[in-house]
């Protein structure tokens, strides 16, 4: 059983495999796991939450004009979120699923 500090040092340094030698309570351990799981899953909630609260604010203030979309819109919604909120780089949706599938998640036209 890895101690939450331990845990957290061995993850920043990217070694997800490491195992602490600390003399903590191994119960104590579990219980500080469990809560930081929670923690994170908070976390996850929270980001899913915003990013449909973006859409959803977006088709209220008039910005889209629709409230369906196709995935390929999705993904790419996604994208530009994680890039905006998070600084983070994603691939788009060709490049990450291919052309061919990247085609057919476009809704045909009316």
Not at 67 to 78: S, Y
Request: aromatic residues 10%.
């Amino acid at each position: 059983m890895t101690c939450v500090k331990c845990a957290a040092w061995a993850q920043y340094q990217g070694d997800y495999d490491f195992k602490c030698n600390c003399k903590k309570d191994k119960k104590m351990s579990e219980i500080e796991s469990l809560l930081r799981l929670k923690r994170l899953n908070q976390v996850k909630a929270h980001a899913i939450h915003e990013f449909v609260s973006t859409m959803i604010g977006a088709f209220e203030s008039g910005f889209v004009d629709t409230n369906t979309l196709n995935l390929q819109q999705l993904h790419r919604i996604a994208q530009h979120h994680i890039k905006d909120n998070y600084s983070i780089d994603s691939e788009n949706m060709a490049d990450e699923w291919g052309q061919e599938f990247a085609e057919k998640c476009v809704l045909p036209k009316q």
